[in-house]
């Protein structure tokens, strides 16, 4: 992308887009090379013609094509000493956690706690420590999320082609995402599918809350049983069908057994018992990923649990074998 230190007020910047950068809009490509820029800002310079491409003023959705030359003005943006430093404890866990890597994807095993961006009063995510990781990469955007307290399988693109690939397949439902719960409760047979709509809402104290009901859109999970623990907990496979907010969380409760340290859609006492096992986290985890590269080669990514929740799972399973005797 040219110069690195794009807009970062050593002076005006000069950036010839590249094949890769092609196709995208210029506010989004802003927002790239002057990272950590408001979107205010961003639109403010655009609007004044500050923003020249081939020497000409520009509106936010004018796409890129290779070749542009784009002038990025100098602005004013929050000093390197205020970007939350990584500590090296999580960049090594988060190289230990790369699952796949190529020259255009990465996928990683995120850590239950981390969210996957900065934000919200989230100083630091996912995506600033992976920069962090890989100062060297100059490309690197979340192509999907999870929610912070959700572990397992999420995709880096290093690409723009990449991510605007993955978003596509996305749309079109061509990547497979599957999870595994622990769900309170002893879960009757072994295969089910919930189909009921789901709603979005807020509470009053502005915290987003989702819930069945007809005037929600339609929502379509696979369920499979893969182990039981007695009465106690059942550990499930969810093959979401489609990608609404906190889909597998709410079709869970819908059923009668809610994952169990979902602090949001659980039950407060039965998770507090759960704590004892060690399980002090929400124990919904990405578990496996299956597309198709552009290539057509086919890819699937697996992602273990971590080893605490696995001696957590086996004392678990003691337990319910000792009071089932």
């Not at 520009?58 to 939350?84: C, F, H, M, N, S």
């Amino acid at each position: 992308m040219g110069n690195e230190s794009a807009g970062t007020g050593k002076g005006v910047q000069f950036i010839t887009v590249d094949e890769d950068q092609g196709g995208q809009r210029i506010d989004n490509f802003l927002r790239t090379a002057l990272k950590g820029a408001p979107k205010s800002l961003i639109y403010r310079v655009l609007r004044k013609g500050e923003v020249r491409v081939n020497k000409k003023r520009t509106k936010p959705d004018y796409k890129l094509q290779p070749g542009d030359l784009i002038r990025v003005p100098p602005v004013r943006l929050p000093e390197k000493g205020d970007a939350p430093v990584v500590g090296e404890q999580l960049l090594e866990h988060l190289e230990s956690a790369v699952l796949y890597e190529d020259d255009a994807l990465m996928v990683i095993n995120k850590p239950s706690g981390l969210a996957v961006h900065g934000g919200s009063g989230v100083n630091l995510g996912l995506i600033e420590a992976l920069r962090q990781l890989r100062p060297e990469q100059r490309f690197l955007e979340l192509v999907h999320r999870l929610d912070r307290d959700t572990s397992g399988c999420i995709m880096i693109a290093k690409k723009r082609s990449m991510l605007r690939y993955l978003h596509e397949v996305l749309r079109e439902r061509r990547v497979q995402k599957i999870y595994h719960a622990l769900v309170q409760g002893k879960w009757n047979g072994r295969d089910k599918r919930v189909d009921v709509p789901l709603l979005r809402g807020e509470l009053k104290s502005g915290e987003r809350i989702v819930k069945v009901d007809e005037a929600g859109k339609a929502s379509l999970t696979d369920f499979k049983v893969l182990r039981r623990y007695g009465s106690l907990a059942t550990l499930i496979e969810a093959r979401p069908k489609t990608g609404r907010t906190h889909q597998i969380r709410v079709h869970t409760l819908f059923t009668g057994h809610p994952i169990i340290g979902d602090t949001k859609y659980g039950i407060d006492e039965v998770n507090q018992e759960f704590r004892d096992y060690g399980f002090r986290r929400l124990m919904l985890h990405a578990a496996a990923l299956e597309l198709k590269l552009a290539d057509g080669t086919p890819l699937r990514v697996e992602a273990p649990l971590d080893a605490q929740i696995e001696r957590s799972l086996e004392a678990l399973l003691k337990n319910a074998e000792q009071t089932q005797d």
